[in-house]
C-alpha cells in the first residue's frame, strides 16, 4: 500500500510492493517505465533555474515515468521535476473582472438571445436548453445556465444541469427514435475550448454508433473481457484502489487515473445515472477549486439510451472531468505531443487523490472562492 508521500514518479517500486496478484493485473492493464534526463546549464542559467525548478540538481537529473495502458493505449509522461510541484492556486482577480465585463451577452438573455431546438426547450430551476447554432450533429443542444458566472458552481445547480440535460436527450429521442447515443460536455472558460464566458453544457444525441473515441473504449473493455474474462472497469477501478488513488462515495467510485489526458484528470464510475453521480461530479469540482482549478472540461459517456445491436454490458456510466490550465496563460496545454504521441502532465495523480477524498464542505460554495 503506496504512503502519503508517494509520488508518481516512484510509481515501479511502489507496484513491485503489491500483492503478488495486484502485480499481475497491473501488468494486464498498464506498462510503466522509467528514465533519467540528464542536463548541464551554464552558469548564467543557475539562478532562473533555482527559482522556477527548486535547484540546478534537480534539474541536472530527471526521473520521467512513462504510463501506458494497455487496453485502451492512452498514455501520460510525468516528470518528477514536474509532477512534485506543490499545486497551489493562483490569483484570479483579472479573471473575475473579465468574467464580470462578459455579462450581457446572448446567454443573458437566452429566450430572445437564442434559438430553440425544433422540439422547443427544456426549461430547469437553474438553466434551460437552446439549440446550438452551429451544430455538429443533428440533435446539438446547449444547456444555458441560469449563472452568468461560469466558476460560480453549487450542488444544486449542477443537479439540475444534468437532470436537465437528461430531459432534453430523451426528448430529442422522442422525435427520432433511432438517436440513441447520448454525450455531454461542460467546457468552462476559454482555455476549455469554450467560445462563450457564461456558464453553460452542450448536449448531443447521435445516431448509428456512439461517437468514435467511445467507441473505442467500449470495443476496448469488450476485447478485455473476451481475453481475460474479467470486467475491465472493475480491474480498473481496483488497480487503482490498492495503489490508494481511488475512493467510493453513495455507490459511485472515483480515481485519479494513472493515464491522464491533461491535468489532475478524474474518472466517476457509477451504475446509472442520478443524484450521487451528479454531487460527486459537484464535490470533485468544489476540490479542484481547492487546487486553484479555473478551467475545465466535464463529459458524461454512457450507454444508449435505448437496446442497440452491439453489446454495451458492463459498460458504466462514466464522468471524466480534467483541468485545462490557468485561463491567464496563453500557452495551450495540448500540443503535438497530445495530439499525436502522448500526454505531457505536470501534476501527480497520487496528490490529486489526496484532494478527492478530503471531506467536501457541508456548505455549497462557488468555485473561486469570492
Not at 498514455?75 to 468574467?99: H, S
Not at 480491474?235 to 491533461?262: C, M, N, Q, S
Request: aromatic share 10%; glycine share 6%.
Amino acid at each position: 500500500m503506496p504512503t502519503s508521500t508517494a509520488v508518481i514518479t516512484d510509481l515501479e517500486a511502489i507496484v513491485s510492493g503489491l500483492q503478488h496478484d495486484d502485480r499481475r493485473l497491473f501488468a494486464r492493464i498498464f506498462h510503466v517505465s522509467s528514465t533519467i534526463g540528464h542536463l548541464t546549464a551554464p552558469a548564467e542559467m543557475h539562478a532562473w533555474i533555482a527559482k522556477f525548478f527548486g535547484s540546478v540538481e534537480a534539474a541536472s537529473s530527471q526521473r520521467i515515468t512513462k504510463v501506458t495502458n494497455l487496453v485502451t493505449m492512452e498514455g501520460a509522461l510525468f516528470n518528477e521535476l514536474r509532477a512534485c510541484r506543490p499545486m497551489e492556486a493562483k490569483g484570479g482577480e483579472e479573471l473575475l473582472k473579465t468574467i464580470a465585463e462578459s455579462r450581457g451577452d446572448p446567454f443573458c438573455h437566452p429566450l430572445d438571445g437564442t434559438p430553440a431546438d425544433a422540439f422547443g426547450r427544456i426549461t430547469g430551476e437553474a438553466c434551460l436548453t437552446a439549440g446550438n447554432v452551429a451544430k455538429y450533429d443533428g440533435f446539438h443542444g446547449v444547456v444555458v445556465f441560469a449563472e452568468h458566472d461560469p466558476l460560480a458552481i453549487t450542488r444544486n445547480a449542477v443537479r439540475d444541469y444534468f437532470t436537465s440535460a437528461r430531459r432534453w436527450a430523451e426528448a430529442a429521442m422522442a422525435t427520432d427514435p433511432e438517436a440513441k447515443y447520448y454525450f455531454l460536455l461542460w467546457n468552462c472558460l476559454w482555455k476549455s475550448g469554450a467560445s462563450i464566458i457564461h456558464g453553460h453544457a452542450q448536449t448531443t444525441l447521435t445516431r448509428a454508433m456512439h461517437y468514435a473515441k467511445i467507441e473505442q473504449l467500449r470495443l476496448a473493455a469488450l476485447a478485455y473481457r473476451t481475453r481475460e474474462n474479467r470486467d475491465y472497469f472493475a480491474d480498473l477501478f481496483h488497480l487503482h484502489e490498492v495503489l490508494d488513488l481511488a475512493w467510493k462515495k453513495d455507490g459511485v467510485r472515483g480515481l485519479a487515473y494513472l493515464t491522464p489526458i491533461k491535468e489532475k484528470e478524474v474518472i466517476l464510475l457509477a451504475d446509472e445515472e442520478g443524484l450521487p453521480l451528479y454531487d460527486e461530479v459537484y464535490r470533485v469540482l468544489e476540490s479542484f477549486r481547492h487546487l486553484g482549478v479555473k478551467s475545465f472540461n466535464v463529459a458524461l459517456i454512457r450507454p444508449p439510451l435505448a437496446p442497440v445491436e452491439e453489446d454495451w454490458s458492463g459498460f458504466p456510466v462514466m464522468v471524466r472531468l480534467v483541468d485545462r490550465g490557468d485561463p491567464s496563460n496563453k500557452t495551450a496545454d495540448f500540443g503535438g505531443m497530445e495530439l499525436y504521441a502522448a500526454s505531457v502532465i505536470a501534476s501527480d495523480p497520487f496528490k490529486v487523490a489526496v484532494a478527492m477524498r478530503k471531506s467536501a464542505s457541508p456548505t455549497e460554495r462557488s468555485i473561486p472562492g469570492k
